[in-house]
């Protein structure tokens, strides 16, 4: 299974971009696709899930950033408007789908990078 990221890119402050993600490979389905990013020096963090029941958003990012799936592709988006220099970050994506043995496991991407200038 492969995650291929894009999108990213370098913007204004106030700007949008909008992150792509596509699955690729041998998997069944997927219950979940989700994006983290990871700024230097800090932990990694989740910034919103698209699942079967609805979504959920990090608060720092709630109002400003709409992840959606277009489940026919396994492709997921995420459309980040109004962006600010502390959201500058390495996004990465997520799905979430059987193993071999069919448990559970996160696939993850490589990674796109998003710089937003003050």
């Not at 990221?5 to 596509?22: D, E, N």
């Not at 490979?25 to 029941?53: C, H, N």
């Not at 962006?83 to 490589?110: H, S």
Request: charged fraction near 20%; charge should be positive; glycine fraction near 14%.
């Amino acid at each position: 299974v492969q995650l291929q990221a894009s999108g990213g890119g370098l913007v204004q402050a106030g700007g949008s971009l909008r992150l792509s993600c596509a699955v690729s490979g041998s998997i069944t389905f997927i219950t979940r696709m989700a994006w983290y990013r990871q700024a230097p020096g800090r932990q990694r963090e989740l910034v919103a899930i698209i699942y079967g029941g609805g979504t959920t958003y990090a608060d720092s990012v709630k109002g400003r950033f709409t992840i959606s799936r277009d489940n026919g592709k396994n492709t997921a988006h995420l459309q980040m408007d109004r962006l600010k220099p502390e959201d500058t970050a390495v996004y990465f994506c997520v799905a979430t789908g059987p193993d071999v043995r069919g448990d559970p496991y996160d696939y993850w991407g490589q990674g796109t990078q998003v710089t937003v200038s003050s």
